[in-house]
């Protein structure tokens, strides 16, 4: 079974400035998908990125980008120049590529993001 | 273009209870999932829906049941009611299970 680990229950940043996020996974796949989502007080959980495992390149979504390493089973999110809408709970998943299996989430247990003035 | 709509917002019931819960996926989606999201947890996925049937299915008990309609919307059913059932349900929509998945807001059901 996948499982996903945040290690960092609670992170702090002021605006403007620069934060990572890290979420490591377990898998005995090959082919996957990764996603950050954010989750605001409004509860809904919203995609902010997404990665493929094959490609080689990381994904970038304007302010927000991430670290892929395969080999070593990471996958951090770095947001520049911070704004306060960014404060939320981020959550790291993961998805199987295989149609044939489990097309489900699994999620692990979240940072929650703080911005500062 | 409508996303994923799920009712009631907040629910409170007693123990023993039976609850349910409705989600219209997104315009164009056919594919449901529900999440049970504890406080301070992650999502955990209970189960997914295609064609009116389940296709897959997390690790929770028989208690909790589902269904998809022909327009593709869904219920969860969770039948005697524990404490440990008060989370926030999350109903997810996707094309197919291969693409991107569209959540709604949630549910917050209290048990008490």
């Known amino acids: 079974a996948q499982t996903v680990t945040q290690s960092q229950p609670e992170m702090s940043v002021q605006e403007a400035e620069t934060v990572t996020l890290s979420c490591t996974y377990d898998t005995s796949e090959s082919d996957y998908y990764l996603f950050w989502y954010k989750q605001p007080p409004s509860r809904q959980m919203i995609l902010v990125i997404r990665?493929?495992?094959?490609?080689?390149q990381n994904a970038t979504e304007n302010r927000f980008s991430v670290n892929f390493q395969k080999a070593a089973k990471s996958f951090s999110l770095k947001i520049s120049d911070s704004q306060l809408g960014d404060a939320a709970m981020y959550f790291c998943a993961y998805r199987s590529a295989n149609p044939g299996t489990a097309s489900k989430l699994t999620f692990g247990t979240g940072t929650r993001l703080q911005v500062t003035l | 273009d409508a996303g994923v709509t799920q009712s009631p917002t907040h629910l409170i019931k007693t123990r023993g209870q039976q609850v349910t819960l409705r989600c219209s996926p997104k315009?164009?989606?056919?594919?449901v999932s529900w999440y049970q999201q504890a406080l301070g947890q992650g999502p955990q996925f209970i189960f997914q829906?295609?064609?009116?049937?389940?296709?897959q299915r997390g690790n929770f008990p028989d208690r909790f049941s589902g269904h998809q309609f022909p327009n593709y919307s869904s219920e969860l059913n969770v039948n005697a009611l524990l404490l440990g059932d008060s989370a926030l349900y999350l109903c997810?929509?996707?094309?197919?299970?291969?693409?991107?998945?569209?959540f709604g807001s949630g549910t917050r059901l209290t048990v008490v």
């Open positions: 990665q493929e495992a094959y490609k080689q």
């Open positions: 315009s164009g989606h056919d594919t």
């Open positions: 997810a929509s996707s094309r197919r299970a291969l693409y991107g998945y569209t």
């Open positions: 829906y295609y064609e009116e049937e389940e296709r």
